[in-house]
């Protein structure tokens, strides 16, 4: 039985470890500023950071220009804001977006957003039922 | 609220149907629970009128499921949107062939198309079952007591059981009564408002939408079969006839539910736009994992039949495989993954039911699983513990003290919800350990075993990083989800184990082998899946060492399990099943590697406008442009543009079929030339945009097909989508026909060509031709003016061009002369101008090499599946005649 037992045991082990490993690579939603942090200490590690458009600020999308820029204003969750640089194009109706989550790295004086993932504002969509919900 | 008004009767509504479904689906869930309740007392007493009584009712209750799917069906179909889901999830314009994918956009639907794989693998299990039939059938009448609860809309106070599809648009969307038109005409006409619904996502309009999720379905349905054998054997003191149904059921499940998920990646592939067939989405993952430990069991169940060994793994992971079925459709139907997915699933406020329902059968699992006493205090244990809370939540009324309730009952029952698995896994074990003798390292079993595990750990992480979703939840946690690449660094090494195994473990003999009579043939094999993957490193362009061994260990399974096949069965294609589906497995890999490593982004830019300098992500000067997602690629209309080998022109768009067409199509053409200029091969491309107005501009791909490879490309942007500069630099020009004149600047020269006039309803409609030229350049302006016969009113339409930056309108008409048929005719023309724009489109061109492996690899690991199948039932039925 001891050889079985102990290939148990080592695939407990490798997956444990792969477990762990993984753990210890996933990133945190955080603020511009932690981001920005998190820069300095260990370059080019992608983190996500929850986002909300400044719609007073322009969006800036010249495709003729350079067709992989978007560049725009954000506030963080605790309302920091920062210049976004995005570097596919713009996302269509990128304007009425209520909230984002940006993947990228700070980078000098902007983050830099190589992914966004949004739900777009669906006027339709609701969740019937859903203030009834059983507890 | 004006509820002293006598109840206002609203007409045109067909409550009827509404009613006749309802009375449906009361009747399935009642049925359900007579059928659950008499099969029990069948297996308890062996009164054998209990069991026909129990087979009616289930009869009966599959009837009702019909029924309900034919009503709701009927509900789309005579477009009746009184009924919130057919106003929910469908419209006039849908063609009859997606209002069936109205079920799978509601979960409702969902459901009900779970209830109906059910009752139909019921009613086949009642046909076939024999001896097992009862016990089996409590389980599955059972999941569908629970199935179909989610469908009964029952409301007492607080407490909501189940979501009916037959509920009233007004009396889920109340505010709709309210919107001003109806004060004009009457809110019992609300209908003639509501003539039109809010229609099928467009993404599900898509003909692999229409058979990919009942296939998925129908896997997860199947999933319950092994399991229900597993709980029947247990409740029959550990008896061991289960194992080759269990067996037969789960390669059933196995292959439909992998050519279901598969499916799914080919319809993503071919209708999104992330560029590609898997992107590890917490939603493909709900589906991926019960498929693992589906396979893995499988494998246990082979061992379990062929030597008695590993008993208590087959029940474990047979059942596992059940749990994560229902834990999936918790994940996905509960709304937990929220911003984890892209797959957007609206909360029905069912999870507290769905969580129960998880819980129910975990807990008749454990009764299952116990004898005498315990079974009995398990029972009690169980029922208490689920009373006490909901009790207790019922009573505490202040809303302050239901929250820190509910953070200490997340607390607790974490808690004892582990505890509870534990003590089932060791009474589980206690029950079902058999023969511990020591396996020996040359049996096949070991090896089989081995494989199994690895599948395990494959399973583990996998599960690991999809419910961080419902730790943060449980815990508070703000992790974010992995990416697809943290998936695929630790799922690439734990493939190649998988492999390995998968291509020697058939050269063991069960129990024994004799490592003299393998010692050649494996060697030998080895030698020719080193030298044809030599061959091949440089025809699929593979160098890195670690893609080199995954590309080594896919050939020499592909390889090992065809020699096999044919050395120990020739042409007797029926026992052939696991090796064509280990194939099948091997060349999928292969195809998954091939054309993951080698995607070539044919439209990255290294030069021309499109270099800004930036740092990578290790923070060096990013120059070759494509570290940084530079992949999309701006094309002028009529102007070629080289992306690598290709060369691509952007010919025009299209507008889609209908008046109403919100679709685009941009016609593309990809010439390649060889180093003499000759045209090698050439092809034109059709990705389309909708610009949706509910969720905005949906890019569809549009891919050639070669053998070897697949081109692949999508619109990201086209100019239509800048803000319009508004025009300026006006002028006024009095002019007759075949006089230039000029804008302000001077830039454009115009002159009117000709007249149109043609005479509708309202008048009498002018359109002019008029020619404008810029620096050898000309482009057809045809403005439109409207003169209304009844009100005399003048109505005018501007024509543009954004090309040129010009517009021109006609202000008036001065009639000289009387008489149509001379031309004399003068015409006050404004034009204006503005920076001129030449259409584009911003598009992402991808070269997926060898992807065609992918699909032949699903296909034949499909077709091993139904030759094992075909086999298994044929030699049980050997066994039994």
């Keep these: ?135 | 609220m004006n509820q002293t008004q006598a109840p206002i009767v609203f007409n045109g509504e067909w409550l009827w149907l509404g009613n006749l479904g309802h009375a449906f689906v009361i009747l399935a869930f009642v049925m359900s629970i007579l059928s659950a309740v008499f099969y029990f007392q069948h297996e308890q007493t062996k009164n054998q009128s209990l069991q026909i009584w129990a087979k009616r009712f289930f009869q009966i209750h599959a009837l009702a499921i019909v029924s309900v799917f034919v009503v709701l069906f009927s509900i789309i179909f005579f477009h009746r949107y009184e009924f919130h889901y057919a106003w929910r999830h469908s419209s006039n314009s849908l063609p009859v062939y997606y209002m069936i994918s109205c079920f799978w956009e509601g979960q409702e639907g969902s459901f009900l198309l779970w209830l109906f794989w059910n009752a139909l693998i019921g009613v086949i299990l009642q046909r076939i079952a024999k001896s097992w039939e009862s016990p089996v059938m409590v389980v599955i009448a059972f999941a569908q007591i629970a199935l179909s609860s989610m469908l009964v809309g029952f409301q007492w106070g607080e407490f909501k059981l189940g979501s009916s599809p037959f509920d009233l648009l007004r009396e889920q969307r109340p505010d709709f009564l309210n919107i001003p038109i109806l004060g004009q005409l009457g809110v019992e006409n609300y209908l003639q408002v509501f003539k039109d619904g809010n229609g099928l996502n467009a993404l599900l309009q898509n003909y692999w939408m229409v058979i990919h999720p009942p296939t998925l379905f129908l896997g997860f349905a199947t999933a319950i079969v092994p399991f229900a054998y597993s709980i029947a054997a247990l409740w029959r003191n550990n008896e061991r006839g289960w194992i080759p149904y269990a067996l037969i059921w789960s390669l059933v499940c196995a292959g439909i539910l992998g050519l279901g998920i598969i499916m799914g990646g080919f319809w993503a592939y071919e209708s999104l736009s992330f560029g590609g067939y898997w992107a590890w989405d917490p939603v493909e993952n709900a589906s991926l994992m019960p498929w693992l430990i589906m396979a893995s069991a499988a494998h246990m169940l082979i061992i379990s039949k062929s030597t008695g060994r590993h008993l208590f793994t087959s029940h474990l992971l047979t059942q596992i495989s059940f749990w994560l079925v229902l834990y999936a459709t918790f994940l996905t139907r509960s709304g937990i993954l929220g911003e984890a997915s892209v797959h957007s699933f609206t909360d029905l406020g069912l999870s507290g039911q769905l969580l129960l329902f998880l819980l129910a059968f975990l807990a008749f699992a454990l009764v299952v699983v116990l004898e005498g006493k315990k079974r009995k205090w398990a029972l009690y244990g169980i029922i208490l513990a689920l009373l006490v809370p909901m009790s207790l939540a019922y009573m505490i009324k202040s809303p302050e003290a239901i929250d820190t309730f509910y953070q200490w009952l997340k607390g607790l029952g974490t808690c004892l919800f582990l505890v509870w698995l534990v003590y089932y896994i060791f009474a589980l074990y206690n029950k079902t350990k058999a023969n511990m003798t020591d396996e020996r390292m040359d049996s096949r079993e070991f090896w089989m075993f081995l494989g199994s595990m690895f599948l395990i750990l494959s399973l583990v992480q996998v599960f690991a990083a999809t419910s961080i979703p419902v730790f943060n939840k449980l815990f508070g946690y703000k992790t974010a989800v992995p990416s697809a690449a943290d998936y695929n660094r630790v799922q690439l090494w734990l493939a190649m184990p998988i492999m390995l195994l998968m291509s020697f473990g058939y050269w063991f003999k069960f129990r024994e082998t004799d490592l003299k009579t393998i010692k050649k043939p494996l060697i030998q094999l080895g030698l020719a899946s080193i030298i044809i993957t030599i061959l091949l490193m440089f025809g699929f362009e593979i160098y890195e060492l670690k893609f080199v061994i995954f590309l080594l260990l896919s050939i020499t399974l592909v390889v090992a399990n065809l020699v096999y096949g044919y050395q120990k069965k020739k042409f007797e294609w029926l026992r052939w099943g696991g090796n064509i589906a280990h194939v099948g497995f091997g060349v999928l890999l292969m195809g998954v590697l091939v054309s993951s490593v080698n995607k070539n982004v044919l439209s990255s830019t290294k030069d021309g406008i499109d270099l800004a300098p930036e740092v990578d992500q290790k923070g060096n000067q990013d120059t070759k442009g494509i570290k940084f997602n530079r992949e999309n690629q701006l094309l002028y209309k009529n102007k070629p543009q080289e992306l690598q080998q290709y060369t691509a022109i952007y010919l025009e768009d299209i507008k889609g079929v209908g008046v109403d067409s919100i679709d685009k199509y941009f016609k593309v053409a990809f010439v390649k030339k060889d180093k003499e200029g000759r045209t090698v091969d050439s092809f034109v491309l059709s990705p389309k945009t909708q610009n949706n107005p509910k969720m905005g501009l949906l890019a569809e791909p549009s891919t050639r097909h070669f053998l070897h490879k697949d081109i692949f490309t999508h619109v990201n942007y086209e100019s239509s989508m800048d803000r319009k500069e508004p025009f300026s630099n006006f002028r006024v020009d009095t002019v007759g026909f075949f006089r230039p004149f000029i804008t302000q600047t001077g830039k454009v020269v115009m002159s009117i060509d000709s007249i149109n006039r043609s005479m509708d309803s309202s008048g009498l409609k002018v359109t002019l031709a008029i020619k404008a030229k810029r620096l050898g350049d000309s482009v057809w302006l045809r403005p439109e003016f409207l003169i209304n016969e009844i009100t005399g009113n003048f109505d005018m339409k501007p024509a543009e061009s954004d090309r040129f930056g010009i517009m021109a309108a006609i202000l008036n008409l001065q009639i000289i002369d009387t008489n149509p048929a001379s031309q004399n005719i003068r015409f006050v023309i404004q034009t204006g101008e503005k920076t001129p724009v030449w259409d584009y489109i911003v598009i992402q061109v991808i070269e997926f090499p060898w992807i065609n492996l992918v699909w032949a690899g699903t296909i034949i690991m499909v077709i091993g599946f139904t030759l094992a199948v075909i086999n298994r039932i044929k030699k049980q039925k050997q066994l039994m005649a």
């Excluded at chain 1, 690579?25 to 996500?48: L, M, S």
């Excluded at chain 1, 725009?72 to 977006?97: C, H, I, M, R, W």
Aim: hydrophobic residues 40%.
């Design chain 1, 1 to 135: 039985m001891k050889p079985f037992h102990l290939i148990l045991l080592v695939l407990a082990a490798v997956g444990i470890a792969t477990v762990i490993s993984m753990y210890g690579n996933t990133t945190q939603y955080v603020a511009f500023p932690d981001a920005q942090r998190i820069a300095d200490e260990n370059p080019g590690k992608a983190v996500h950071v929850v986002c909300k458009l400044n719609k007073a600020k322009p969006v800036v999308y010249d495709a003729q220009a350079n067709a992989n820029r978007l560049e725009f204003y954000g506030f963080d969750s605790l309302n920091n804001e920062s210049k976004v640089v995005f570097t596919k194009p713009k996302p269509a109706q990128f304007e009425q977006l209520e909230k984002m989550v940006l993947i990228g790295t700070y980078n000098k004086d902007h983050f830099l957003a190589t992914e966004i993932l949004s739900k777009c504002p669906s006027k339709y969509e609701d969740a019937p039922g859903a203030s009834t919900a059983a507890k």
